[in-house]
């Protein structure tokens, strides 16, 4: 393994030269020259002239210019020893001063060519008194460049830039491996997102990366590491720690490793630049603090007039990494904002709290590592504290472990603070926004559901109402099938589901009917809930309560998670009682309308409602057709078997004729035991075919067995002009006596 000494040869040569040439005897004329470790002659100088005239014969510039010289030079080389020989017929004096490295390589050697005339002291013993004045001349050369590196970091007005140009001029000087250096902590810890390096290399690959993860928490000291392939020297001002100076050898380059001379530069320039990089770092501080303050000014000044949250919300996400670029933030709440801005819940189900939880949970500012091995990283999280409480949480993370000074985190904090109270009248403002909001939609669904007392329009009125109010892809109003399991799909935003049947005991209304509470559920992100009607991620349901019981259930469901809040929850809460209430107005009041208009004992229509139904259809149909019905003896049943079985024989005659007639006819009871049916737009072959079947069935199905004698009238627009309902009625009353008086239990054309 060989070590390269420090610097270029030649400049260190220039340096070393010096120190030699001051203890060279005066006025003994001579050559001075330097050759690399192949014997070739890189550099020479001229030694004192002598008084007689000439620096030094011709023959000898000559003699430095042939081969002859290596042969000295070579044995030197390859004995690594001193050698001393005269040449030139005893004319010239030469020698040979070989420079090891600290593995006993030879790198170079510095030679010497004297005239034979000159010399009256032993040579050899001065060459072996070279080694100190060597030395001597390296230390001038490490001051003279230590001199020069300190002087032109004046020029920078940045620690980065500075580091930048430090680093790459100790490279340069060294000339091995890379230079590196680490911003320290207070503590003297490496701080591993603030790396200035020479070695070009894609981020977080460089070898300076892999050793300050080695190095990791323990205070930096002044070490050599590796077999000398690393060196490390602190930069401190006054015991205040500021960068790590590191030197540092690749893998690939294996035959090489660093010496005395390369630690004594290292710690002479980490000596001399400590005070201009101190300046350039107070510098950064103050334009940091100053960047901080305004930053800080503005972000108050956005946030504290903003009523938007999520305004509030973007602020302080974004803020953030302009300050520590090696942080990335994190919001947690305890409440669900409408925000586009990420934000996570604030999970209190942890077997072990995270740092988020314990600084929601103690109100203050945490800060501490977390993960195990290499994988550690520094999370610091700080309250969003309002006046009426916390609402969350801010949190940043480091890639790697780092220390944050005490006056870094009070400012994160106060960060935090004021986002809480910029964050606590954005929620304020935006909850009575909201409440207003709601108190307009209640006060217009309230005016809406008063104004109707039609149930289909009240359907249809909640389901747009809670369409337009949640924008939610699927709602629906759901109906309980009485003493059944099942809810029937009455109105949907989507068409396509009305009519549509629903078990009663699918979780969603197994739920809803056990607590006859308002339902909030939303999947955690693992897929859809267990629900057939619509697929979806969250589903709000209410249930409709009349008299105690479930009579229905509003629904709002929709495929994204957690897309509704709990402000949407209590209003669904409240569409849900005035829906209830309007429905069973409506409900009664089609009761009281069905009621009027029917029959009692019977279920058909009174004879009223006929009477309307017909004079309608005589005004706007072109033809139709009335049977009036009695049933056969119906006095003797009731002499017979009593009046109750008498009902009961009306009520069977009365079904019979509901079941065997279209729901477009109108059947009613005409008074006593008499009925009629009225079959608009139903000419006379039809209508007598639907009394024929009417009769066949009152005769085979009744129980006590009971006949009945039809009479039966028709009209037409083009042949009865004028025809009023009690003509019409006349002519099927004739029809109907003469089916009595032929023998009964038959049918009889007017």
């Known amino acids: 393994m060989s070590s390269k000494m ?71 080389l390859s004995t690594k020893e001193i050698v001393v020989k005269t040449k030139r017929e005893n004319t010239l004096v030469c020698g040979a001063f070989p420079l090891k490295e ?39 050369y490490i001051q003279h460049a230590t001199g020069q590196i300190v002087t032109d970091l004046t020029l920078h007005d940045t620690a980065r830039d500075l580091l930048g140009s430090l680093t790459r001029q100790i490279s340069h000087i060294i000339s091995k491996g890379h230079c590196s250096a680490v911003k320290l902590s207070e503590d003297g810890v490496l701080i591993p997102q603030e790396i200035v390096t020479t070695q070009e290399a894609e981020p977080g690959q460089a070898h300076i990366h892999q050793l300050v993860s080695r190095v990791g928490n323990t205070p930096v000291t002044s070490s050599v590491l590796d077999d000398h392939r690393v060196i490390v020297v602190p930069v401190s001002l006054n015991d205040i720690p500021l960068y790590a100076l590191f030197m540092h050898l690749p893998p690939e380059e294996k035959d090489c490793v660093y010496d005395v001379r390369d630690i004594a530069f290292l710690q002479e320039v980490a000596e001399k630049s400590s005070c201009a990089l101190w300046r350039a770092i107070m510098s950064d501080d103050l334009r940091r603090e100053a960047s901080k303050k305004d930053l800080l000014y503005q972000l108050m000044s956005k946030i504290q007039a903003s009523i938007d949250v999520n305004d509030v919300l973007h602020e302080i996400v974004t803020s953030i990494p302009s300050l520590y670029p090696y942080f990335s933030v994190e919001l947690f709440l305890t409440v669900e904002p409408n925000a586009t801005t990420p934000v996570k819940q604030l999970s209190f189900q942890e077997v072990e709290p995270s740092t988020s939880t314990k600084a929601y949970l103690e109100g203050r500012l945490i800060a501490e590592e977390v993960g195990e091995g290499d994988q550690r990283v520094t999370v610091i999280a700080a309250p969003l504290l309002g006046k009426q409480g916390i609402y969350g949480v801010l949190q940043v993370t480091s890639e790697q472990p780092i220390s944050l000074s005490q006056h870094e985190k009070d400012y994160i904090s106060i960060l935090a603070d004021t986002a809480g109270t910029a964050f606590e009248n954005a929620q304020l403002y935006q909850q009575s926004r909201n409440l207003i909001r709601e108190l307009r939609l209640i006060n217009e669904m309230a005016r809406q559901l008063n104004k109707s007392l039609d149930l289909k329009e009240i359907l249809d009125f909640v389901t747009e109402m809670m369409q337009a109010t949640f924008d939610a892809e699927f709602c629906a109003i759901l109906r309980k099938q009485p003493g059944e399991d099942k809810f029937d799909v009455l109105s949907s935003s989507v068409p396509a589901f009305n009519g549509t049947v629903v078990n009663a005991l699918e979780k969603p209304f197994q739920q809803i009917m056990q607590s006859k509470q308002t339902l909030l559920l939303a999947q955690p992100g693992t897929g859809p809930l267990p629900f057939s009607l619509f697929s979806c991620c969250s589903l709000m349901g209410v249930p409709l309560v009349v008299e105690g019981e479930i009579s229905g259930v509003l629904l709002v469901a929709d495929s994204r998670y957690h897309f509704f809040s709990f402000d949407d929850y209590k209003l669904l809460e409240i569409f849900g009682q005035h829906a209830s209430l309007a429905m069973t107005n409506a409900v009664l009041h089609n009761e009281m309308e069905r009621m009027v208009i029917t029959d009692n004992l019977t279920g058909l229509f009174t004879r009223r409602y006929l009477n309307e139904r017909v004079r309608a259809s005589l005004e706007k149909d072109s033809y139709g057709s009335l049977i009036l019905i009695d049933i056969d003896y119906f006095k003797t049943v009731n002499d017979t078997f009593g009046h109750q079985v008498g009902d009961e024989v009306l009520i069977q005659v009365s079904d019979l004729i509901r079941h065997s007639i279209r729901d477009s006819d109108i059947a009613a009871r005409w008074g006593g035991e008499e009925l009629a049916v009225y079959l608009p737009r139903v000419d006379k072959a039809t209508a007598h075919s639907v009394a024929e079947r009417i009769r066949e069935c009152v005769e085979q199905e009744t129980s006590p067995r009971v006949t009945i004698s039809c009479g039966l009238a028709k009209w037409n627009r083009e042949l009865d002009v004028n025809l009023s309902v009690e003509a019409l009625f006349h002519q099927a009353d004739i029809a109907l006596y003469e089916a009595k008086n032929s023998g009964r239990n038959q049918v009889v054309l007017a």
């Open 6 to 76: 420090l610097g270029k040869l030649e400049t260190v040569f220039s340096y070393t030269a010096h120190f030699i040439l001051q203890s060279w005897p005066e006025k003994r004329p001579g050559i001075l020259f330097l050759t690399d470790s192949g014997g070739r002659i890189i550099n020479f100088m001229d030694m004192h002239d002598s008084q007689s005239g000439s620096s030094l014969s011709d023959a000898a510039r000559h003699y430095m210019q042939t081969q002859e010289v290596c042969d000295y030079v070579s044995e030197a």
């Open 102 to 140: 600290l593995d006993g390589s030879v790198r170079a050697v510095i030679g010497m060519l004297i005239p034979q005339r000159e010399i009256d002291f032993d040579l050899r013993a001065y060459m072996r008194g070279l080694e100190p004045l060597i030395r001597m001349g390296y230390d001038a």
